[in-house]
């Protein structure tokens, strides 16, 4: 029998089976997970083959191949990772332009990453009921700006309710996740689109701040048949992708387009010539912004390699 996993605690499962019922399982002896180093080797969102036994427990014996996951670092000083979840089919950025700024680099980051990970991204521009006109043309500039490199963008405010229908459409039959900086409205478009879910995700932070549960505890909410919100608990998204300095540029879907055309086959679009990235960016044909996203994670990766060869 098969079911997908909507509850993990580390070592029990909550698999809702696909004849609708529910089953708390167990991992099988110790069944780990190939090619992976993980602390968990069933993560929320996994397709799971169980085994019934005839006295009524319940044991995950193997996991259909995972389209994408989502993970974070153990700690620092492991390189063992925790996955979140598994299985995502779209996420949900949650951005303001002001009450707070959310920086495109922030933005960049976030979707590069997606990137790798294989989620779909869209774009939720909330409080628009907020705006000033000059907050509003920022607003525009960005939503050009993202719909140009083939991103999809929303436009929602909580306040008046406009775009939250359309969120909730969106959402529908699939098993999404909302990610974005505190205080830009997740909890508040949760709300919107799935009071319920709100009501119980709510609930299980004010357990987790009573430090009763464990930070491995995720949950996936079905609010509507069929459709899933993922919730992890402390988490604002998910950690970067640990990319490469070659692949980075990958990630930036318009500058692969644009590194067709570059001189050299490794270019990394900083001081080599020929390069068409570069001279997409000199004829404003590429987001400045965007440019220095990019330099700032080239940036950061070389640091990392630094500190971590002393
Ligand atoms: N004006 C306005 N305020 C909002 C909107 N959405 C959320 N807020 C407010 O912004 C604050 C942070 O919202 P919250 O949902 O807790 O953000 P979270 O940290 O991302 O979960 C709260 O005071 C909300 O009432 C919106 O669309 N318009
Ligand atoms: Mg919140
Ligand atoms: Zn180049």
Known sequence: MQGIVIKSSGSVYGVRMDDGSSVECRVKGNFRLKGIKSTNPVAVGDYVEVSLREDGTAYIVDILPRKNYIVRKASNLSKQSHILASNLDLCFLVVTVSHPVTSTTFIDRFLASAEAYRIPVVLVFNKIDLYNSTESDELNYLIALYESIGYMCL????????????????????????????????????????????????????????????????????????????????????????????????????????????KYGNCTHTHEPGCAVLEALKSGRLAPSRYQSYLSMLEEKSEGKYRSAE
């Open 155 to 262: 436009k929602t405010s909580t306040v008046d309710n406009s775009g939250t229908a359309t969120l909730k459409k969106m959402m529908q039959g699939k098993v999404s996740l909302l990610a974005g900086n505190s205080g830009v409205g997740k909890s508040s478009l949760l709300n919107a689109v799935a009071p319920q879910v709100a009501a119980r995700v709510g609930e299980i932070s004010r357990t987790h701040d009573t430090g009763m549960h464990t930070t491995t505890y995720t949950e996936m909410f079905e609010f509507m048949p069929g459709s899933f919100i993922v919730d992890t608990p402390g988490v604002k998204g998910f950690g970067t992708y640990d990319m490469e300095v070659e692949e980075m540029s990958h990630y930036f879907v318009e500058f692969f387009e644009l590194s067709q055309n570059c």
